[in-house]
């Protein structure tokens, strides 16, 4: 009988003790994994984008939240009028969102390729910001930019969204084609809809 009334006094002893508080985790762990991702966003029927990705991995801090894809992303841009315009590819990405403000900034690094296809430019780089509130391309780094006019390398690029006026802030040996072939016929081969020619 001694026995079970120390017993109980020890249970109601340990339940009033107070525990400290838990410490935050020192490494951030994702809420959400997606392997072999796929998104198509469309607006009043017309497709706008199409992302894929080997793996999304969402995180969430405070007021911040941002995904890494880190076995590379592929993004896909149409034109207004619903034409492939725009494709940009990386060995890995990072997309932020600040939960206060809205802002939006994806980065690309490793490998980076950004290709407009209506305007057959082309633009190889190891790093590249596209800010989605200003439509903003833009990095720091080395550039190079291939285009039917000619080649353009240099540090620093700014461009709009859809990689349509790119620019190189400081160039540096480049070369340009100044005779042209005025009866050369570009075909633009990823959106042509035509007959299909006798072989």
């Known amino acids: 009988m001694i026995a079970t009334a120390t017993a109980v006094a020890f249970v109601v002893f340990s339940c009033k003790g107070k525990l400290p508080p838990a410490e935050k985790p020192t490494v951030d762990i994702p809420f959400q994994i997606v392997d ?10 017309m497709l706008q984008m199409r992302i894929k990705a080997g793996v ?7 007021t911040l939240e941002w995904e890494i894809f880190p076995k590379g992303l592929e993004i896909f841009a149409y034109s207004e009028d619903g034409l492939l315009e725009t494709e ?7 997309h932020e969102k600040n939960k206060n403000n809205g802002d939006e900034v ?6 980076v390729y950004l290709h407009n296809i209506i305007k057959q430019e082309t633009i190889e780089t190891d790093t590249l910001f596209w800010n989605k509130s200003t439509a903003e391309v833009y990095n720091d780094c080395y550039v190079r930019l291939y285009s039917p006019d000619g080649f353009i390398q240099g540090y620093g690029l700014r461009s709009d969204d859809r990689a349509r006026n790119s620019s190189i802030l400081k160039p540096f040996n480049n070369y340009f084609v100044v005779v042209q072939d005025t009866t050369k016929v570009v075909i633009d081969s990823v959106n042509f809809i035509g007959p299909l020619l006798k072989k």
């Open 88 to 94: 940009m590819r990386s060995d890995n990405a990072r």
């Open 106 to 111: 994806w980065m690309a690094f490793g490998n």
């Open 36 to 45: 072999s991702m796929y998104v198509v966003q469309s607006k009043d029927g």
């Open 56 to 62: 999304m991995e969402r995180y969430q801090r405070d």
